[in-house]
């Protein structure tokens, strides 16, 4: 059996009166992608939160790398989250900056003693693994919704995380484009050996990209398991109506 990289057991969280994990668990093993469905407002931000510990449960535990996320204090805390990359939902890039000046960002924060020429062959080489190498004199304004999307990654990237969380990673773009970074994220795995959460209301997404789906349904993990374990044959008419309304069946 592989690692687990994620550990949730009985995790519960409530806000006064609203339960929005019941106790749930669930389990990333190192290498493999573990797709979050849910609709909005189902608590998948809430479960990521804990995990990079950004919101502390109410009951159970929350284990990633091998450490207890609330037991962590901040100086722990925060190189845990240096191993967690976060590829957020609107790219999140510094309009002002060039990309080649977004990419060196995170280093400078994070990676010491790194010189001039170090610094410029990791973002070439992070840039290339995106296939975007000519875009890094330019300034995001001048990229598309999904080159914008992959320099996020890129940027993500180059601290070497061994998770990586995407959110929302094909929102808003066209269905090439969803493609073509459903396939970034296939190929990011492959390549840089990390370990992924995705969360995505979008099932091609979650078809091509995920090794198991977690549906996440009133404060529980509803139905787990590989695409067509949980889609072919469901029987819980949520889960099912999350399938037809993709894929136009009913
Ligand atoms: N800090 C907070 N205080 C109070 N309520 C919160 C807090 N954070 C989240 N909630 C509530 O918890 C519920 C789950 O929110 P969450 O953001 O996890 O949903 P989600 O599944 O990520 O939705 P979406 O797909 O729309 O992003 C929502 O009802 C939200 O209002």
Redesign the pocket.
Known sequence: MKEKVVEAIGLKKS?GD?H?LKGVDLDLHRGETVVIL??????????IKIMVGL?NQDAGVMRVLGEDVAGLKTKALNALRLKIGFSFQNSALYDSMTVRENLEFPLVRNVKNLTRKEKQIKIEEMLESVGLPHTIDQMPSELSGGQKKRIGVARTLILNPEIMLYDEPTAGLDPITCMEINNLINEVQERFHTSSIVIT?DLTCAKVTGDRMAV?LDGQFRSKGTFSEVFAHAEDQQVKSFYDYNFIES
């Open positions: 806000f609203l929005v849910g609709k909005s407002g189902a608590g998948k931000s809430v479960f919101l209301h996440l």
